[in-house]
């Protein structure tokens, strides 16, 4: 099991803009959404996991590490944070937002995927999120009031020495 500290490692990691590339088409999605798709504010309402065959969220795995510390305060605190935490996307490409005032730490601003003062640019269905440590790109998809960056990862995520691949979603829904 996950101690307290790698788990706040994951989840600074996860939340970070590490998103996934799990596409479903099922008619309502924008495919190749235009940046007046996902301009505006937008708030995240799940965190995923997928190894292809199964999905968990985050979040509520979160919540289960917590409470398996005996920490579920500390657990609520910070997906009450994560979720009402407010980015927005800018018409001249430019990212605003701050994190809530739900958030305790800090270094809360770390939590969101998109700092304020970066810069974002759709192309197709990539979103490009360029910051002072460089450019990240995700598969984006947009339907209705929702917006989901994607991303596939690899990592060792239950310490036993290999390396799992996943894909990691972060979904928002719209402030």
């Known amino acids: 099991m996950m101690n307290l500290s790698r788990l706040m490692v994951w989840a600074f990691v996860l ?10 088409k099922d008619g309502n999605e924008v495919v190749n959404p235009s940046g007046n798709a996902v301009e505006g504010s937008w708030k995240i309402s799940d965190i995923k996991i997928s190894d292809g065959k199964d999905s968990q969220s985050f979040l509520d795995y979160i919540v289960d590490l917590y409470a398996q510390q005996g920490a579920e305060e500390e657990g609520a605190k910070l997906i009450a944070c994560l979720k009402d935490s407010r980015i927005t996307l800018n018409g001249d490409g430019k990212v605003t937002g701050a994190a809530s005032p739900k958030c ?7 939590l969101n995927p998109a700092k304020s003062g970066s810069t974002w640019k759709v192309n197709g269905n990539k979103l490009t999120i360029t910051d002072s440590d460089g450019s990240e790109t995700f598969d984006l998809t947009v339907s209705g009031n929702t917006m989901t960056w994607s991303n596939q990862e690899e990592d060792d995520l239950d310490g036993d020495g290999i390396n799992e691949k996943y894909t990691f979603s972060i979904e928002f829904r719209k402030a």
């Open 104 to 110: 305790e730490s800090e270094d809360s601003d770390d």
């Open 15 to 24: 939340v970070m803009p590490l998103m996934f590339a799990s596409c479903k």
